[in-house]
């Protein structure tokens, strides 16, 4: 991998921990409908005018219907349930319990697709759950948080996992930045009638809109356009392993920008959650040992 994918790859890892910092920080002002409104249309209108200049955007007419099942599992409920859950988790955690989308993933696959688990996904499946009930023994210990805040990150992570699987079954082949706009777009109209039925009372702060704005123009649009360059770049298997990066930056700019401290039990946690998605995802393989004939 040249230097220059490298870069982009922590700068896009980067961006994407931020993201969980932008909401934590946002959600409470905006409340959990209009902040991923304001997400999904600024994101829109960050991808819309690169889609136009590729003259692709009849695709997303002909696909209409599949995309908007992947912008109501990939965007509009994970994005709700992620913002509901930064109410009450830190943003580190938050970043951690994220981790967990291709360990759904692989098993929405193998329930739908009919794709093979192997020994080394099972064993990899059974560590990250190990690590998610670390962390949720840990925050249910400290008193303060129920595990619900915890089961919507999961639920929203499950999102993103059925929805890589509906791309896979119907929109193999369509091109990933018209997936991207379209699913951004078709989740604005979704959640219009939530977002104005939930409009703030009084006008969020201006550190509420830089935040949300950041959210939405970076965490959202600059970042779909930068990993979908790193996939053409260096193919969707090296690019994936940004989801190992996330956790990291997601922890640090936490405790950097919001002053959190993370327990040794849920680092812990976390890194039995990576460890288990790395073997899911096949980034580590069990290998056979290989008795030589004398």
């Given at each position: 991998?040249?230097?220059?994918?490298?870069?982009?790859?922590?700068?896009?890892?980067?961006?994407?921990?931020?993201?969980?910092?932008?909401?934590?920080?946002?959600?409470?002002?905006?409340?959990?409908?209009?902040?991923?409104?304001?997400?999904?249309?600024?994101?829109?209108?960050?991808?819309?005018?690169?889609?136009?200049?590729?003259?692709?955007?009849?695709e997303?007419?002909?696909?209409?219907?599949?995309?908007?099942?992947?912008?109501?599992?990939?965007?509009?409920?994970?994005?709700?349930?992620?913002?509901?859950?930064?109410?009450?988790?830190?943003?580190?955690?938050?970043?951690?319990?994220?981790?967990?989308?291709?360990m759904f993933?692989?098993?929405?696959?193998?329930?739908?697709?009919?794709?093979?688990?192997?020994?080394?996904?099972?064993?990899?499946?059974?560590?990250?759950?190990?690590?998610?009930?670390?962390?949720?023994?840990?925050?249910?210990?400290?008193?303060?948080?129920?595990?619900?805040?915890?089961?919507?990150?999961?639920?929203?992570?499950?999102?993103?996992?059925?929805?890589?699987?509906?791309?896979?079954?119907?929109?193999?082949?369509?091109?990933?930045?018209?997936?991207?706009?379209?699913?951004?777009?078709?989740?604005?109209?979704?959640?219009?009638?939530?977002?104005?039925?939930?409009?703030?009372?009084?006008?969020?702060?201006?550190?509420a809109?830089?935040?949300?704005?950041?959210?939405?123009?970076?965490?959202?649009?600059?970042?779909?356009?930068?990993?979908?360059?790193?996939?053409?770049?260096?193919?969707?298997?090296?690019?994936?392993?940004?989801?190992?990066?996330?956790?990291?930056?997601?922890?640090?700019?936490?405790?950097?920008?919001?002053?959190?401290?993370l327990?040794?039990?849920?680092?812990?946690?976390?890194?039995?959650?990576?460890?288990?998605?790395?073997?899911?995802?096949g980034?580590?393989?069990?290998?056979?040992?290989?008795?030589?004939?004398?």
């Amino acid at each position: 991998m040249a230097i220059r994918d490298v870069i982009s790859l922590l700068v896009l890892a980067g961006i994407w921990g931020g993201s969980f910092i932008f909401m934590r920080v946002a959600a409470p002002e905006f409340g959990i409908y209009v902040l991923v409104a304001i997400r999904t249309l600024l994101a829109t209108a960050v991808l819309f005018p690169l889609l136009l200049i590729r003259g692709s955007v009849k695709e997303i007419k002909h696909h209409w219907l599949a995309i908007a099942l992947v912008g109501l599992a990939n965007t509009a409920v994970p994005f709700v349930l992620f913002n509901y859950s930064s109410l009450h988790l830190e943003a580190g955690v938050n970043a951690i319990l994220n981790a967990t989308a291709p360990m759904f993933g692989a098993i929405v696959a193998w329930l739908w697709l009919g794709d093979k688990l192997t020994k080394s996904a099972v064993v990899g499946l059974f560590v990250g759950f190990v690590g998610v009930t670390v962390i949720s023994q840990q925050k249910l210990g400290e008193g303060e948080v129920s595990f619900f805040p915890i089961l919507t990150a999961l639920l929203a992570t499950t999102g993103y996992g059925i929805a890589a699987c509906m791309m896979k079954k119907w929109l193999h082949g369509v091109k990933p930045l018209v997936v991207a706009t379209g699913s951004q777009a078709m989740a604005s109209i979704m959640l219009a009638p939530f977002a104005l039925a939930t409009l703030p009372d009084t006008m969020p702060s201006v550190n509420a809109w830089i935040n949300a704005v950041a959210l939405a123009v970076g965490g959202t649009g600059i970042a779909y356009i930068l990993y979908f360059k790193l996939i053409a770049d260096i193919g969707p298997a090296k690019a994936i392993t940004v989801a190992y990066l996330v956790p990291l930056f997601g922890i640090i700019w936490g405790v950097l920008f919001l002053q959190e401290h993370l327990s040794m039990q849920t680092i812990v946690g976390g890194l039995l959650i990576l460890f288990g998605v790395a073997l899911t995802t096949g980034v580590i393989k069990r290998k056979r040992l290989k008795v030589k004939p004398a």
